[in-house]
């Protein structure tokens, strides 16, 4: 009999490799890779190709009338947001984000809100004990909530007990790491076992048509299975984001079947658990302290919502060595190459300075639109004038300092004029480009068409000549 083929899989990105090796070629983790017996050796074997009996499937043309999927709303509306409007019955959602940071009370307060709309739910964790979560629940106020509480592992003896909750609408299960099967031989938390305890869960969500939330935490190590290795099989993946060090907590949506990816959800952590918030700019500027060099206001977008957010920027002299470029919050590739591009083509000099760049209040931007935000902080850190307060930054910088519009920025402008900004610094729009956009009529918009007219209106602190456009 042939020998059984083993196959090695990346318990942090979910590769597979016909060999074992220290290290993944894939996303270069170390240490990550797992034994796992390959699929054709697995109990039954492979079915031949090209079996012909089976019943007949229909096929349907593209168009028809399929209805959108139901929701049920969490009430959240910052979770609700980022779903899409809500949880879809018989779907998988997957909450991913590093210990600590906030899934469980994230996932108990909407459980406690949903079972409180009459809906069944049922909370089974695996890694605390039901005292630990009935004093978690005391702290958040939510202990008459009519959520039902378990703490299990053993995924026969939960898979058994679901099926006597025919009306469950949601079954939250906090970690899935911690759930085992005995079906499969391997430790409980590798690759194999958080496979086969998902797979048969989303099975019974499906069969059962209840939602079903995971709770997955990803690890730097991979001494656990990433959640990433489930990605593919769950209809919704969501990041729980933040620094423990900040109060701010955004639930960023990777993946959904249902609905748009990259909406955010903006929460803060407070002594009685997370708070939505409803108008993220106004926190994220709540500690700009204005008059001080190297800080400038960069209209974002996350999803469809605008943000705005300080971009902080530092730089201390290094005459010797390789000077250091710490990023936090931003891209390091896109930060060295707008230094280079400052330096080449509005003749800069930060090669003999050290380049500390922050998004204030720990938010991550990814957005290219950032561009302009932070050469402003960047030029005014160089040259030590503040840029204008009352002023906003968005906009594309290419290689050769042009600068490029960017998408939305209609709804940049409008939310800098809610929140009291009287200018906004953008890219000059083409001559028969993109259509007109409404300037709100407090916001005054001034036009840049390259990097050295940033220059102009940072390092001088002089305005140009305005164009006004108002609506
Ligand atoms: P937790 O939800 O247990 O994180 P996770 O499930 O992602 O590991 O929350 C962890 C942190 O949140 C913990 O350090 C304490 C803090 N916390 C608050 O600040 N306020 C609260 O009301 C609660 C419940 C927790
Ligand atoms: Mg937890």
């Given at each position: 009999?042939?020998?059984?083929?083993?196959?090695?899989?990346?318990?942090?990105?979910?590769?597979?490799?016909?060999?074992?090796?220290?290290?993944?070629?894939?996303?270069?983790?170390?240490?990550?890779?797992?034994?796992?017996?390959?699929?054709?050796?697995?109990?039954?074997?492979?079915?031949?190709?090209?079996?012909?009996?089976?019943?007949?499937?229909?096929?349907?043309?593209?168009?028809?009338?399929?209805?959108?999927?139901?929701?049920?709303?969490?009430?959240?509306?910052?979770?609700?947001?980022?779903?899409?409007?809500?949880?879809?019955?018989?779907?998988?959602?997957?909450?991913?984000?590093?210990?600590?940071?906030?899934?469980?009370?994230?996932?108990?307060?909407?459980?406690?809100?949903?079972?409180?709309?009459?809906?069944?739910?049922?909370?089974?964790?695996?890694?605390?004990?039901?005292?630990?979560?009935?004093?978690?629940?005391?702290?958040?106020?939510?202990?008459?909530?009519?959520?039902?509480?378990?703490?299990?592992?053993?995924?026969?003896?939960?898979?058994?007990?679901?099926?006597?909750?025919?009306?469950?609408?949601?079954?939250?299960?906090d970690s899935i790491q911690t759930m085992w099967t005995d079906t499969v031989d391997s430790a409980?938390?590798?690759?194999?076992?958080?496979?086969?305890?998902a797979f048969e869960l989303i099975r019974a969500a499906k069969a059962q048509g209840f939602s079903?939330?995971?709770?997955?935490?990803?690890?730097?190590?991979?001494?656990?299975?990433?959640?990433?290795?489930?990605?593919?099989?769950?209809?919704?993946?969501?990041?729980?984001?933040?620094?423990?060090?900040?109060?701010?907590?955004?639930?960023?949506?990777?993946?959904?079947?249902?609905?748009?990816?990259?909406?955010?959800?903006?929460?803060?952590?407070?002594?009685?658990?997370?708070?939505?918030?409803?108008?993220?700019?106004?926190?994220?500027?709540?500690?700009?302290?204005?008059?001080?060099?190297?800080?400038?206001?960069?209209?974002?977008?996350?999803?469809?919502?605008?943000?705005?957010?300080?971009?902080?920027?530092?730089?201390?002299?290094?005459?010797?060595?390789?000077?250091?470029?710490?990023?936090?919050?931003?891209?390091?590739?896109?930060?060295?190459?707008?230094?280079?591009?400052?330096?080449?083509?509005?003749?800069?000099?930060?090669?003999?300075?050290?380049?500390?760049?922050?998004?204030?209040?720990?938010?991550?931007?990814?957005?290219?639109?950032?561009?302009?935000?932070?050469?402003?902080?960047?030029?005014?850190?160089?040259?030590?004038?503040?840029?204008?307060?009352?002023?906003?930054?968005?906009?594309?910088?290419?290689?050769?300092?042009?600068?490029?519009?960017?998408?939305?920025?209609e709804l940049r402008l409008k939310e800098a004029a809610k929140l009291g900004f009287g200018r906004?610094?953008?890219?000059?729009?083409?001559?028969?480009?993109?259509?007109?956009?409404?300037?709100?009529?407090?916001?005054?918009?001034?036009?840049?068409?390259?990097?050295?007219?940033?220059?102009?209106?940072?390092?001088?602190?002089?305005?140009?000549?305005?164009?006004?456009?108002?609506?």
């Amino acid at each position: 009999m042939a020998k059984p083929a083993k196959t090695y899989v990346c318990a942090a990105c979910g590769s597979v490799f016909p060999k074992w090796a220290g290290r993944c070629e894939a996303c270069g983790a170390w240490n990550t890779l797992e034994e796992q017996l390959a699929p054709q050796t697995m109990p039954g074997g492979i079915k031949p190709v090209g079996r012909r009996t089976g019943a007949k499937i229909e096929f349907v043309g593209l168009e028809g009338t399929s209805p959108p999927p139901p929701r049920v709303p969490t009430t959240i509306a910052e979770f609700d947001r980022v779903l899409g409007g809500g949880l879809v019955p018989a779907s998988v959602v997957m909450v991913g984000g590093d210990p600590g940071i906030g899934k469980s009370t994230l996932l108990l307060q909407a459980s406690a809100a949903l079972g409180r709309a009459g809906k069944r739910v049922l909370y089974i964790t695996g890694e605390e004990s039901v005292d630990q979560i009935r004093l978690r629940a005391a702290r958040l106020g939510l202990s008459k909530s009519p959520v039902e509480l378990a703490a299990a592992t053993q995924l026969g003896d939960i898979l058994a007990s679901l099926g006597q909750f025919p009306d469950a609408a949601l079954v939250v299960i906090d970690s899935i790491q911690t759930m085992w099967t005995d079906t499969v031989d391997s430790a409980p938390g590798s690759v194999t076992q958080v496979r086969a305890a998902a797979f048969e869960l989303i099975r019974a969500a499906k069969a059962q048509g209840f939602s079903l939330l995971l709770v997955g935490h990803v690890t730097k190590e991979g001494s656990l299975a990433g959640p990433r290795v489930l990605e593919h099989m769950v209809d919704v993946v969501l990041h729980f984001e933040g620094d423990r060090g900040h109060q701010f907590r955004i639930l960023r949506g990777v993946k959904n079947r249902f609905g748009a990816t990259d909406e955010i959800g903006v929460f803060e952590m407070t002594g009685q658990g997370l708070a939505e918030v409803l108008n993220p700019s106004a926190l994220f500027l709540a500690e700009r302290r204005g008059n001080v060099s190297g800080s400038a206001v960069f209209a974002g977008l996350e999803g469809s919502r605008p943000v705005l957010v300080e971009i902080q920027c530092l730089l201390a002299p290094n005459p010797g060595g390789s000077p250091r470029r710490s990023v936090i919050g931003w891209d390091s590739g896109r930060l060295s190459m707008l230094l280079a591009v400052l330096e080449t083509r509005c003749g800069l000099k930060l090669a003999m300075n050290d380049v500390y760049l922050n998004v204030a209040g720990g938010l991550r931007v990814n957005e290219p639109a950032a561009d302009l935000a932070v050469a402003a902080a960047l030029i005014s850190a160089a040259s030590d004038v503040p840029t204008d307060p009352q002023m906003v930054f968005f906009g594309e910088i290419g290689l050769s300092g042009e600068l490029r519009q960017v998408a939305q920025a209609e709804l940049r402008l409008k939310e800098a004029a809610k929140l009291g900004f009287g200018r906004a610094a953008s890219p000059k729009r083409v001559a028969g480009g993109a259509a007109k956009i409404a300037v709100p009529k407090t916001l005054a918009l001034v036009e840049l068409g390259h990097l050295t007219d940033l220059v102009g209106v940072v390092a001088t602190g002089q305005k140009p000549g305005r164009k006004e456009e108002q609506e």
